[in-house]
């Protein structure tokens, strides 16, 4: 990140076409007009009959494949992942496909593939993994690199160039239905974990694309497709920082619109982002793809575009290189470059950045002679990581000392809930089991889908163990409840399993166009937790959500231990599980969020119940309070907090980074350099204590806060985070390495620097909570 960077002016010009290698640069001047546009398509080949991408059912192309590819072809679009087909049969049809364009095209330039890979390859019996919002609990890059490289490791096997993730889009509003997509409403959360993403994906050969770019997230009311009306300084601030991570350092190859506007201009129309900042400002050299139907939308649901010519003309004047996922506008373009509506620059420019991403990614030289004849897409070791970063990614919000579970103990437990036993309920929108199977009810999954209840029954055999579902996730049907409170009256604990089910456009209640007006609990879950309640067994509540809920009803108050950061409050809250608690007596005795956890969910949370592994997940995105105290962040200043010129109070009842364990951590001696120049980097470090009786793991936390800037700031900010774990009573110095570029923001002259002055730095359990503090001042460049 640059220590300062120039705000969008009105009249930007395209970037120059840039030289390609000589491969590259003999190829355009051999292609004719039908072969440069047939490159910048994909194509759909067994699109089939289900809703597997926005609008598709109502964009369906009409063209046959094979007229679509008589001159070549840019992309397949999803080969593996339309419908459950087995990999061995279609990775045979795929090598002969590529082996049939090299072999009847002119110039024999076989066809980049792209699938969805977001919680793992989407395609029948590949591993899921946890979905994206589990990363950002996770706190942990590392192990998410380790996962990108295992996604894209089985990606390669199959003949797949590129992915379509990571979503880097920064959480604004927890109404919005793609939430469990999202990694975390911190920036820095969301470019050093979607970056590791990234780097692991592509060290196996594949290519990533960030998402949406940008300002998806922040549309109006947390509605799918809505208006953005973002100011300048909350794009440059905080939607663009992890995009630009991912492409300066992560490096990535590959980056996708975004489908809202932004002050009424189409991201997908828009130069100004998809060139003059992606590729002018960060150097950017790889490819734009669109959306599914993007380009279509300027004519159809943005109406800055006459026909599909005019949005064709549009968007690959603004930037974007491939249309995806099937030829609809950009079949256009031969035709206008002919009648010199379209500078044929333009079209080579975009062609020639199609043609060296194949060129690199070894296309042009493949040899299809040999399908594999075996793959393991779900093998132990993509298990034995999924359970891993599903165990890092679960939150503990609330435990009187019920937890852990006793696992040699004998005690008859109810588990109760409609998520209790149901595999779905442990994926996000778009693993390949809730986005595509939801449509073959008679397809098995392909995979191992152990349920939480499964998980308990497994890692507590001692325990008598029974179920009762009590509702289901929507509706309003209540005749299951009886059953589900004699269970847990008979029980010695009750374990309620309650939260979402992910899908597509009202098919569940998170996932692509799920959004919603509140956020309850869906259905009557909440009733139902109550009703269990109510019988005196103690209860553990666990959330498999893919969006934040206002839970504070399950919840004790949270009393501060420690001085809070101004602005954010002293918002009530315990110490962690197993120290000193000073709460009133909560509806449930112990909480646990865990964010889609994936395939090994079901074990990885009754490892923690059992206390075989210790909770250290942290809230990625605050606990809201409820739906009308949002849009909120934490990265908020001090009049966005809560203050005496309002009765409304937007605290969240669990505030960003908030998360115990089953031992108690604390944070002495932070220090730090007196002073660094502003573009340098400083150092700061304390000492972390395990203070309890068990081993465990921290995920140790620096804030900071501008103590005066020349415009409001946040009156928190994450600037540096460790894991970091200690045995009973161990210590350890931790350092942290901080560039002041993470101070950096935009100016009263829409220039995007860092400031001198004064900055607090604190270290605390989450985000208002500073235990342990100290002073640095940045100077002016020299």
Request: aromatic share 6%.
């Amino acid at each position: 990140m640059s220590v300062e960077s120039p705000q969008k002016e009105m009249d930007v010009s395209p970037t120059p076409r840039p030289r390609f290698s000589s491969r590259v640069e003999s190829l355009l001047e051999q292609m004719t007009l039908e072969e440069k546009q047939a490159q910048l398509v994909g194509f759909w080949v067994d699109q089939g009959e289900e809703l597997v991408a926005p609008m598709a059912g109502e964009k369906k192309t009409s063209t046959r494949y094979e007229e679509a590819a008589a001159h070549g072809i840019g992309h397949l679009t999803r080969v593996y992942g339309t419908r459950p087909v087995d990999p061995i049969a279609r990775a045979q049809w795929l090598w002969g496909e590529q082996a049939r364009l090299q072999r009847e095209t002119r110039l024999g330039i076989p066809a980049l593939v792209h699938e969805e890979c977001l919680t793992g390859l989407a395609a029948w019996q590949a591993a899921t993994f946890p979905t994206p919002l589990a990363w950002g609990a996770s706190f942990d890059p590392e192990l998410v690199e380790e996962m990108g490289r295992a996604i894209g490791s089985s990606m390669r096997q199959l003949g797949i160039h590129q992915g379509l993730a990571p979503v880097l889009d920064v959480i604004r509003d927890p109404r919005w239905g793609r939430v469990d997509e999202c990694i975390s409403e911190d920036p820095l959360v969301v470019g050093t974990v979607g970056t590791a993403y990234v780097r692991g994906m592509q060290s196996e050969g594949v290519h990533a694309t960030l998402k949406h770019f940008v300002g998806y997230s922040a549309s109006r009311a947390g509605r799918n497709h809505a208006p953005v009306s973002a100011g300048r300084r909350e794009i440059e601030d905080v939607l663009l920082p992890p995009f630009e991570m991912a492409v300066r350092e992560g490096g990535v190859r590959s980056v996708m619109n975004s489908y809202t506007d932004i002050d009424g201009v189409p991201v997908a129309a828009d130069p100004y982002y998809l060139d003059e900042v992606l590729r002018g400002r960060w150097g950017f050299d790889g490819v734009v793809v669109s959306d599914y139907f993007a380009v279509d939308f300027l004519r159809s649901m943005h109406h800055v575009a006459a026909d599909s010519a005019q949005a064709a003309s549009l968007a690959i004047t603004a930037g974007i290189d491939v249309e995806l996922p099937s030829p609809d506008a950009y079949t256009t373009l031969a035709a206008q470059v002919r009648a010199g509506a379209l500078d044929q620059g333009i079209v080579d420019r975009a062609v020639g950045r199609v043609l060296a991403q194949k060129e690199e990614l070894g296309l042009l030289d493949a040899d299809f002679g040999t399908a594999p004849d075996a793959i393991d897409l779900d093998s132990p070791a993509h298990r034995a990581l999924a359970r891993r970063l599903a165990e890092e990614s679960i939150v503990l919000l609330s435990n009187d000392g019920v937890l852990p579970l006793d696992p040699s103990g004998s005690p008859r437990i109810a588990v109760i809930g409609p998520n209790a036993d149901s595999a779905e309920a442990l994926m996000g929108c778009y693993s390949f089991v809730n986005h595509v199977l939801a449509h073959h009810p008679d397809v098995p999954a392909g995979i191992a889908l152990p349920s939480v209840l499964d998980g308990l029954r497994s890692a507590l055999p001692s325990a008598t163990i029974t179920s009762a579902a009590g509702c289901t996730v929507e509706g309003e049907d209540r005749s299951g409840f009886p059953a589900a409170v004699a269970e847990a009256a008979a029980a010695d604990i009750a374990i309620v399993v309650i939260g979402d089910r992910a899908g597509l456009f009202g098919r569940g209640t998170v996932g692509e166009g799920n959004d919603v007006d509140s956020l309850e609990l869906p259905g009557v879950q909440r009733e139902l937790v109550e009703a269990v309640v109510a019988t005196g067994t103690p209860v553990v509540v666990i959330a498999l959500t893919g969006r934040p809920y206002a839970l504070d009803w399950a919840l004790p108050h949270r009393e501060t231990t420690a001085g809070a950061s101004a602005g954010l409050g002293a918002v009530n809250s315990p110490g962690v599980a197993g120290g000193p608690v000073r709460t009133q007596r909560s509806a449930a005795a112990a909480v646990l969020q865990s964010f889609f956890p994936g395939e090994e969910g079901g074990p990885a949370i009754a490892a923690v119940l059992s206390g075989r592994v210790s909770p250290s997940g942290r809230l990625p995105v605050s606990l809201p309070r409820s739906a009308g105290a949002q849009p909120y962040s934490y990265l908020h200043p001090t009049l966005g907090g809560r203050t005496d010129v309002t009765s409304v109070d937007p605290t969240p009842v669990r505030p960003f980074g908030f998360g115990l364990g089953y031992t108690s951590f604390t944070h002495e001696g932070l220090t730090a350099d007196s002073s660094v120049t502003a573009g340098a980097q400083f150092r700061a470090s304390l000492t972390v204590r395990n203070a309890g009786s068990r081993e465990g793991t921290d995920v140790v936390q620096l804030y900071a806060h501008d103590e005066v800037g020349s415009v409001a700031r946040p009156v928190a900010q994450l600037v540096g985070f460790q894991r970091v774990s200690l045995a009973p009573g161990e210590e350890q110095r931790v350092e942290f390495t901080v560039p002041t570029e993470r101070l950096a923001f935009t100016g009263v002259d829409g220039v995007r620097r860092v400031e001198p002055g004064s900055i607090r730095l604190w270290v605390g359990e989450a985000c208002d909570h500073e235990e342990t503090v100290t002073i640095i001042e940045i100077l002016p460049p020299a």
